[in-house]
């Protein structure tokens, strides 16, 4: 059974830090992808990062880059998230999906085969 349990949100001040952690179980699969995805209130859920299993290729969304590093830990089987200067606009229930077949462009939601419960991170001003 494949499952992805996502945590570490929390409330932070604006330049602060975050680290959030995606423990995954199931994904028995040749190449697949793991990514972190939010969705702000009224707003749809967006990629914010992913990492293939092969290789370790990465992805951000431009919003993200030089902020955030997205990294694995294969003994663990977890993909952290590292979030560093925080904004408001960061503010979001935080998700973790599996790709399956990790097909290059792993940070469009609709790819996602599979998702975990979301975490709440929320950055004040």
């Known amino acids: 059974e494949v499952q992805l349990v996502a945590s570490g949100g929390g409330v932070v001040q604006a330049g602060g830090s975050l680290k959030l952690s995606c423990a995954t179980s199931g994904f028995t699969f040749d190449d697949y992808a793991i990514g972190w995805f939010r969705q702000a209130p009224g707003k749809d859920r967006e990629g914010v990062s992913c990492?293939?299993?092969?290789?370790?290729?990465?992805l951000y969304a431009d919003s993200v880059k030089g902020r955030f590093t997205i990294s694995r830990d294969i003994a663990k089987n977890t993909v952290y998230l590292q979030m560093n200067n925080l904004k408001p606009e960061d503010t979001a229930v935080y998700y973790c999906g599996g790709e399956v077949i990790y097909s290059g462009t792993c940070l469009r939601p609709h790819d996602m085969d599979y998702w975990g419960k979301g975490t709440l991170v929320t950055v004040s001003s």
């Open positions: 990492i293939s299993s092969d290789d370790g290729d990465t």
